[in-house]
């Protein structure tokens, strides 16, 4: 029977390195740096572009919503959409109140921004008639980013009431 021996060679067991040197950890470190900040524009602009839609939809809604109640005569009332910059709000009758308890008030991502001055109207507001739903209004309204008003999304007012994007 033989028996075998590992013989340790002390020489080479002190060449081995142990460890990273300070230049492997700044090349990794700079690595994970570009990765990230290339992660982050992209979140960015993701995150601009769900606000943007986000907020498209809520003014879309709102407007549908305040016809279907005019033309459902809900309350024998009118129904009616008041735009800010950065607000929509439904309102009840033929004329916004900012103080009346019925106002539905939804505020936009404050990276949005509307902008109503393509409606017929002089106005800040759409009133739907009741019973046929005509809009007192048509045109466009127009949502977009503060920080890039070239990214934008359009919703159009038809004579007839209905609101779609563009």
Do not use: C
């Not at 982050?40 to 601009?48: C, P």
Request: charged share 15%; no cysteine; net charge positive.
């Amino acid at each position: 029977m033989k028996i075998f021996t590992i013989q340790k060679n002390k020489k080479s067991m002190l060449n081995i390195k142990q460890g990273f040197t300070l230049i492997e950890l700044l090349v990794v470190i700079a690595i994970m740096a570009l990765l990230g900040s290339i992660l982050w524009g992209g979140l960015s602009s993701y995150r601009d572009v769900q606000a943007l839609e986000s907020a498209t939809d809520v003014v879309v809604a709102t407007l549908g919503e305040a016809r279907s109640r005019a033309t459902s005569s809900v309350g024998n009332k009118q129904y009616g959409v008041h735009f800010t910059e950065n607000s929509v709000t439904q309102f009840e009758g033929t004329q916004y109140v900012s103080s009346s308890p019925s106002n539905i008030v939804t505020n936009l991502n404050g990276a949005v921004s509307l902008s109503f001055g393509g409606l017929t109207a002089s106005s800040s507001e759409i009133v739907f008639e009741k019973f046929s739903g005509r809009g007192s209004a048509s045109g466009q309204v127009v949502i977009f980013l503060r920080g890039n008003p070239a990214k934008n999304f359009t919703v159009v007012m038809e004579p007839t009431g209905i609101a779609y994007r563009k």
